[in-house]
C-alpha cells in the first residue's frame, strides 16, 4: 500500500531524510520513530504530497507521487504535528471545507460531521469558532477531517498530542478496527508506549537514515532488550542520560561567570 | 540618541533595540523564498504615487498669485490626507496581537512593546512624507515675492520641518483613535463597532468638505472663501502657521497657528498616547480573545448562493472567503474603510447631481459622474476584499487546501471571485440601480450596465495569488504597498474609463454607441469565455 523507495530530502547542504526505502502493506499499522530532527515529519509530509523529494520514488494506494499525485492524495488521511486551521471558521464550517475539498456530496457532508462531533465529544462546540478551542479540541478538529472522505491510508504524526485519556482510548480501537478492515496506517510518534501496544511492526528513523526495520519482538530479540524504550534508546545511541543530567543542573543553578 | 529619547519615555532601550531588530529581522525573513522584487516594487510604486501626488501642488505658484500661507496650507493639507489614508493598512502592524504571545510572559513593559510598533510604522511614514512634501518644498520658493517674505529661500527648510511635523500629528491623531478603538475591544459588544467606525478615516474629512460648501449660501467664490476659513481652525492650518511663522511673518494669528501645533503635538504624545502605551499589553490580551458565540445546537448550514456552483472546490472557496469576509479582523478593518471611501463618492454624487452630472442632452447610458462614483464605489470594496484575501494571519492552514486532491487549485480562487461578484457586487449594484432608477426611470439600467461588466471582469483579471489558493501567504507588512496604492490607482482608472466614454459621446454619438456597446458586449463576451476556458481546463 505504501512503497518508498531510496527517498531523499536535502535542503543546501543538509539532508533531512537519506535514501530510505521501506513497504508498508494494506491493513498493517507501522509505528515511525525517532528523536527530534530525525526526519520523521519530513518524511510524511513527502509521503503526502506536502513536500517533494529531493531523489527517490513513492507510490501510495497504488499511485506514484510524481506522476499521479491528484488520485494519490484521494485516497490518503493526514493528521500533521501542529493543529493549523483556518480559526475563524467553525467546526461545522471546517468540516464543510475539508468535504467540499474532497468532493463529497453535502448531504453526506452534514451527516458525517454531525456523526463524527458527537462520536468526539464536540457537539456542544461544533457552531464555535476554532480560534476558541483547546489545543487538543483542535487535535479532534484535525482527526475528524482525516477521517471524513474514508481513506485508504491515514498518515498520523504525533496524533494524540493534548488529547484527553478517553479520546486517545478510542482513537487507539478506532485506529485497531480500521486497519481490520483494511485501511493502512502509517504512526509517527514519540510515546513508545502506545506504538509498542498499537503497532505490530517499528521503523526507526536516526539523523534521516532507517535504521531499525522489524516487527517489536524481532527488535527485542536484536537488541536483547524488553522495553521499546531502551530498544529505542539502544539504537539512537542515547547514552549517558545520567552525565546530561548532572550537566543540566550545573547550567541551570550557574549564576557567576566562570573566571 | 533615540535610546535615550526611549528611555525618557518610560521604555527599556536595551529590550526596544533587540525588539525592533527582531520585527524587522522577523519581516526580511518572512519574504525570502518570496517575490522579494515585487514588494520591493510596491513600495516603491506607493512612494512613486505620492511624489505624483505632490507635482500639482508643486505647480501652484508658477499659476496662481498665492502667498506663502495658502500654498504651506494646500501643501500640508494634501500630505496630512495622503498619510492618514495610506497609512490604514499599516496599523494591522499596530493592531496585530499576532507576536504578543511570544513576549507577553516576559518583563517587557507595555510602553516598550508600544513604541516598538509605532516606531515601525513610522518608519514608513517617513518616506511617504518625503515623497509627498519635497517638491512642494522646492516649489515654495518661488512664490512671487509681493506675496512672500524676505526668507523666501529658507521656504524648503522650514515647510519640510512643518510638514514632518504635521506627519508626526496626524500618526499621532490615528494611533490614538486606533488605540482608543482597540480599548473599545475590552468591552464584547463594542468590539464589532470597533471595527466598523474605521471607515471614518477615510471619508469623514473630504465629506465635511463638501457639507460645509452646500451649508453655505453664497456664491461660488464666497463659497469656496468660507470653506478655506473652515481650514483655519483645523490642524493642518495650525502647521502652516509655523511656516510662516518661522519665515519672519510674526503675526497674533500665525503665533496662535504655532502655538496651536506645539500644544496639540505635545498634549497628543503626553496625554493620550501615554495612556494607551501604559495599557496596550492589556488590549493585546484582549484582542487575543476569541468572539466565539456559545450555542449548544450543532447545525450544518450552507452560506446562501453556496450552492448555485456544482463545482465543489468553487464552492469551498466561496464559503471559506465568506466566513473571512465576516470575521477577520484585518479583511474587515480594510473593508470598512473602503467602505467610507463608497459612501463618500455616494453622498458626493448625490449632492452634486442637480448642477453637473444630470444632463437631458446626453445620451442614453452616458452620465461621466455616475459611472465614475459606481465603478469607484464598487472598485474600492472589490480590491479592498480581493487584494487582502490572498494573505491571512491563519496561512500556515494552507496545508489543508495544498493536501486537497483538486485538479485545479485556481477553482478555490474562483470561488472567491464569485464570492466578490456575489457579496460585494451584486448588491453594489443593486443599489447604484436604485439610485439610477430614481434618476433615470427604468432606462436606469443602461446607466448601470456598463460599469457592472467592467466591474466583472475586473474581479476575474484582478491578479491572483501564485500559487492560486486563498488566505495562504503570510501577512508581511512590506507586501502592505500595494493596499496603498492600487486603490488610488483604480480610482484614477475609473476617472479615464469615464473620460474616455464621455470623450466618445463629444466625438461622435455614433461613436459613443458603438463604444458603449463594446464594453457590454465584449466584456460580457470576456468574463464567460474566461469562465468557460477555466470549466474546460478543469474536465
Known amino acids: 500500500m505504501i512503497q518508498v523507495s531510496n527517498l531523499t530530502k536535502k535542503y543546501g547542504q543538509n539532508t533531512a531524510v537519506d535514501d530510505i526505502s521501506f513497504e508498508v502493506k494494506q491493513g498493517e499499522i507501522v509505528g515511525y520513530l525517532g528523536p527530534n530532527g530525525a526526519g520523521k515529519s519530513t518524511t510524511l509530509k513527502m509521503l503526502v504530497g506536502l513536500l517533494h523529494p529531493t531523489s527517490g520514488e513513492i507510490a501510495v494506494a497504488g499511485y506514484d507521487a510524481q506522476t499521479e499525485l491528484l488520485e494519490l492524495k484521494r485516497h490518503i488521511g493526514y493528521v500533521p504535528e501542529e493543529a493549523q486551521l483556518y480559526e475563524h471558521l467553525t467546526l461545522v464550517e471546517h468540516l464543510q471545507l475539508i468535504g467540499r475539498l474532497y468532493h463529497l456530496e453535502e448531504r453526506l457532508i452534514a451527516q458525517k460531521i454531525e456523526e463524527l462531533a458527537k462520536l ?101 530479540q536484536q ?25 543540566a543542573i550545573r547550567i541551570v543553578t550557574e549564576n557567576t561567570l566562570d573566571a | 540618541m533615540l535610546e535615550r529619547i526611549v528611555e525618557r519615555l518610560g521604555a527599556s532601550s536595551t529590550q526596544y533595540k533587540y525588539l525592533l531588530q527582531t520585527e524587522k529581522l522577523m519581516e526580511k525573513r518572512a519574504l525570502e523564498g518570496k517575490n522579494n522584487f515585487a514588494a520591493n516594487f510596491s513600495l516603491a510604486a506607493a512612494w512613486g504615487f505620492c511624489f505624483i501626488i505632490s507635482i500639482p501642488v508643486t505647480f501652484i505658484p508658477f499659476l496662481l498669485p498665492i502667498d506663502t500661507f495658502s500654498y ?41 512593546y508600544f513604541l516598538v510598533k509605532l516606531t515601525q510604522i513610522l518608519k514608513y511614514t517617513l518616506l511617504l512624507l518625503a515623497c509627498l512634501n519635497l517638491m512642494p518644498a522646492i516649489g515654495g520658493i518661488w ?118 501645533a506645539i500644544a496639540s503635538t505635545f498634549f497628543l504624545v503626553f496625554v493620550p498616547l501615554r495612556s494607551i502605551a501604559k495599557s496596550y499589553s492589556e488590549y493585546l490580551s484582549y484582542l487575543l480573545e476569541s468572539g466565539s458565540k456559545q450555542t449548544s445546537k450543532l447545525r450544518v448550514k450552507t452560506p446562501l448562493f453556496a450552492r448555485i456552483f456544482r463545482n465543489r472546490a468553487v464552492r469551498a472557496g466561496l464559503c471559506l472567503s465568506f466566513v473571512y469576509i465576516r470575521r477577520d479582523r484585518l479583511l474587515l478593518r480594510q473593508f470598512f474603510a473602503s467602505l467610507g471611501t463608497a459612501i463618500m463618492f455616494t453622498v458626493m454624487f448625490n449632492l452634486t ?38 494573505y491571512s494571519e491563519h496561512w500556515k492552514a494552507s496545508w489543508i487546501l495544498m493536501l486537497a486532491p483538486l485538479s485545479a487549485p485556481s477553482d478555490l480562487w474562483r470561488g472567491v471571485q464569485a464570492a466578490a461578484c456575489l457579496y460585494l457586487i451584486a448588491p453594489c449594484t443593486l443599489l447604484m440601480l436604485c439610485m439610477a432608477t430614481v434618476i433615470w426611470g427604468t432606462l436606469g439600467i443602461f446607466y448601470v450596465l456598463p460599469v457592472l461588466i467592467v466591474l466583472l471582469n475586473l474581479v476575474v483579471f484582478y491578479p491572483k495569488p501564485r500559487a492560486g489558493l486563498p488566505l495562504a501567504e503570510e501577512f508581511v507588512q512590506k507586501q502592505l504597498a500595494p493596499a496603498v496604492w492600487i486603490p488610488h490607482l483604480g480610482y484614477v482608472l475609473g476617472a479615464v474609463f469615464a473620460g474616455i466614454q464621455f470623450l466618445a459621446y463629444v466625438i461622435n454619438i455614433r461613436v459613443y454607441y458603438g463604444f458603449y456597446y463594446f464594453i457590454v458586449a465584449g466584456g460580457l463576451i470576456s468574463f464567460t469565455c474566461l469562465f468557460q476556458k477555466k470549466e474546460r481546463r478543469r474536465s
Open chain 2, 72 to 112: 504651506a496650507l494646500i501643501g500640508i493639507t494634501v500630505s496630512m490626507m495622503m498619510i492618514g489614508s495610506f497609512m490604514i493598512p499599516y496599523f494591522d502592524i499596530f493592531l496585530s496581537p499576532i507576536n504578543y504571545p511570544v513576549i507577553a510572559h516576559t518583563p517587557v513593559s507595555s510602553r516598550t
Open chain 2, 353 to 390: 447631481l442637480d448642477q453637473i452630472w444630470v444632463d437631458d442632452s446626453f445620451p442614453i447610458g452616458l452620465s461621466p459622474g455616475f459611472s465614475a462614483m459606481f465603478y469607484t464605489v464598487g472598485f474600492s470594496i472589490v480590491s479592498s476584499f480581493i487584494l487582502l484575501v490572498k
Open chain 1, 120 to 220: 468526539f465529544d464536540m457537539a456542544f462546540q461544533a457552531n464555535q469558532r476554532i480560534s476558541g478551542f483547546s489545543q487538543g479540541m483542535r487535535q479532534k478538529c484535525i482527526i475528524m477531517s482525516a477521517l471524513m472522505h474514508n481513506p485508504d491510508v491515514l498518515f498520523l504524526d504525533e496524533p494524540f498530542t493534548n488529547l484527553d485519556v478517553g479520546t486517545v482510548t478510542l482513537m487507539k480501537a478506532l485506529l485497531q478496527r480500521l486497519a481490520d478492515l483494511g485501511k493502512t496506517i502509517l504512526y509517527c510518534t514519540h510515546i513508545l508506549e502506545v506504538a509498542e501496544t498499537l503497532c505490530p511492526r517499528i521503523m526507526i528513523i536516526n539523523s534521516g537514515k532507517l535504521i531499525a526495520d522489524a516487527p517489536v519482538e524481532e527488535l527485542r
Open chain 2, 143 to 260: 512664490i512671487r515675492m509681493d506675496e512672500s517674505s524676505e526668507f523666501q529661500y529658507f521656504f524648503p527648510l522650514v515647510y519640510l520641518l512643518a510638514a514632518f511635523m504635521s506627519g508626526f500629528f496626524t500618526i499621532g491623531v490615528m494611533t490614538t483613535f486606533a488605540g482608543y478603538l482597540t480599548k473599545l475591544y475590552t468591552k464584547k459588544r463594542f468590539r464589532n463597532i470597533a471595527q466598523y467606525v474605521q471607515f471614518i478615516f477615510q471619508f469623514f474629512f473630504p465629506l465635511m468638505c463638501i457639507l460645509l460648501y452646500y451649508l453655505s449660501p453664497d456664491s461660488l467664490m464666497d463659497k469656496l472663501t468660507s470653506i478655506l476659513k473652515w481650514f483655519n481652525a483645523l490642524p493642518n492650518a495650525w502647521f502652516a502657521g509655523i511656516v510662516v511663522l518661522a519665515l519672519g511673518e510674526i503675526e497674533r494669528y500665525f503665533l496662535i497657528l504655532t502655538g496651536l
Open chain 1, 223 to 247: 537488541t536483547n532488550q524488553t522495553a521499546l524504550n531502551e530498544i529505542f534508546a539502544q539504537l539512537t545511541e542515547t547514552t549517558g542520560i545520567d552525565e546530561k543530567t548532572e550537566e
